[in-house]
């Protein structure tokens, strides 16, 4: 069983979802976990979750047209409803995020050169996909990774960010109206089919990080970090991380400090406290996804049903 995406709601509460429309969910820090299957979704891989409290959550089923699936539960998983369905043959979705219980964002391989955004106000009831005119024109082969579910992350003051991948240059899109309209910015990660940003985290409005690389060269070092310092306009090359092959995710620790970041990839987890200039293995097993509470309290999930809890005091 492949584990891929976390959503922490507080130390005790977390969410996980995985392959074979799985998913889990603990109420005391890890110490017990409670796991079930959505009716009739078994053959689904749920590889992005978004919690907000010990009963409500959504997940996000990715897969080619109509496997792009999207649920909500409101008693703790006893009951899933099926909120989208996709109905684009050629589409594909990779990552959900919420601002809050109404507003979220969904996000999918570009189409017939134009990016794929959901929107939402209403909790999921209802799902609008973003007329194209607001968006940036999509790049040959544009799309996005279904690897943690961090490809599109949310902060504060109503902004959200996306990790592209699978074309010629790496970008980050950036919305501050809540997705109602997005620009886009070039990143020095490694560009190409396969390859690209798999993970968008910020630790604030302005200082944030993007990691990937090339999917398909899991013994290689390629540049699959970036930085900002303005919220997402300009970015940086950051340092090599120490695991070879693809990052797939990427976290910053709440509370920590100095700040510090973890990736996650097929190579291993890695750890930077110096804003991603200088990164130290800290695991080196495969993992997919993680997910920060706090410094006492961080999770990384991936195959065989795995889930390690961390802590950093």
Same mark, same amino acid.
């Given at each position: 069983?492949?584990?891929?995406?976390?959503?922490?709601?507080?130390?005790?509460?977390?969410?996980?979802?995985?392959?074979?429309?799985?998913?889990?969910?603990?109420?005391?820090?890890?110490?017990?976990?409670?796991?079930?299957?959505?009716?009739?979704?078994?053959?689904?891989?749920?590889?992005?979750?978004?919690?907000?409290?010990?009963?409500?959550?959504?997940?996000?089923?990715?897969?080619?047209?109509?496997?792009?699936?999207?649920?909500?539960?409101?008693?703790?998983?006893?009951?899933?409803?099926?909120?989208?369905?996709?109905?684009?043959?050629?589409?594909?979705?990779?990552?959900?995020?919420?601002?809050?219980?109404?507003?979220?964002?969904?996000?999918?391989?570009?189409?017939?050169?134009?990016?794929?955004?959901?929107? $939402?106000? +209403? @909790? =999921?009831?209802? #799902?609008?996909?973003?007329?194209?005119? !607001?968006?940036?024109? %999509?790049?040959? /082969?544009?799309?996005?990774?279904?690897?943690?579910?961090?490809?599109?992350?949310?902060?504060?003051?109503?902004?959200?960010?996306?990790?592209?991948?699978?074309?010629?240059?790496?970008?980050?899109?950036?919305?501050?109206?809540?997705?109602?309209?997005?620009?886009?910015?070039?990143?020095?990660?490694?560009?190409?089919?396969?390859?690209?940003?798999?993970?968008?985290?910020?630790?604030?409005?302005?200082?944030?990080?993007?990691?990937?690389?090339?999917?398909?060269?899991?013994?290689?070092?390629?540049?699959?970090?970036?930085? $900002?310092? +303005? @919220? =997402?306009?300009? #970015?940086?090359?950051?340092?090599?991380? !120490?695991?070879?092959? %693809?990052?797939? /995710?990427?976290?910053?620790?709440?509370?920590?400090?100095?700040?510090?970041?973890?990736?996650?990839?097929?190579?291993?987890?890695?750890?930077?406290?110096?804003?991603?200039?200088?990164?130290?293995?800290?695991?080196?097993?495969?993992?997919?996804?993680?997910?920060?509470?706090?410094?006492?309290?961080?999770?990384?999930?991936?195959?065989?049903?795995?889930?390690?809890?961390?802590?950093?005091?």
């Amino acid at each position: 069983m492949l584990l891929q995406a976390v959503s922490p709601v507080s130390e005790e509460v977390v969410w996980v979802s995985g392959h074979g429309g799985t998913w889990l969910r603990t109420l005391d820090g890890g110490s017990t976990w409670e796991s079930g299957v959505v009716p009739e979704a078994d053959t689904l891989q749920f590889r992005d979750v978004h919690a907000i409290s010990a009963e409500t959550a959504w997940l996000l089923a990715a897969g080619p047209g109509e496997m792009s699936r999207i649920y909500r539960t409101d008693d703790g998983g006893r009951n899933w409803r099926l909120q989208w369905t996709n109905d684009e043959p050629a589409g594909f979705y990779d990552c959900l995020s919420m601002f809050d219980d109404r507003r979220g964002l969904v996000y999918g391989d570009a189409i017939d050169g134009e990016l794929r955004i959901l929107r $939402t106000v +209403d @909790g =999921g009831e209802n #799902w609008s996909r973003l007329a194209g005119e !607001r968006l940036p024109p %999509a790049l040959d /082969g544009e799309g996005g990774f279904a690897a943690s579910g961090t490809c599109l992350a949310i902060g504060a003051q109503n902004v959200a960010w996306i990790g592209t991948g699978n074309a010629e240059r790496a970008r980050v899109l950036r919305s501050a109206d809540r997705g109602w309209s997005w620009m886009a910015s070039d990143a020095p990660v490694v560009g190409g089919e396969a390859a690209g940003i798999t993970s968008v985290t910020f630790r604030d409005e302005r200082f944030g990080l993007v990691v990937g690389g090339h999917l398909g060269q899991p013994g290689e070092h390629t540049a699959n970090v970036a930085l $900002t310092a +303005d @919220g =997402g306009v300009t #970015w940086t090359a950051g340092g090599s991380l !120490r695991m070879a092959g %693809a990052a797939y /995710g990427a976290a910053w620790v709440p509370g920590s400090n100095p700040p510090v970041a973890v990736a996650v990839g097929p190579g291993g987890a890695d750890l930077t406290s110096d804003g991603g200039i200088n990164w130290t293995g800290i695991d080196d097993r495969n993992w997919w996804g993680l997910g920060f509470a706090s410094e006492d309290a961080g999770w990384l999930v991936g195959p065989e049903g795995r889930i390690a809890k961390i802590t950093f005091r």
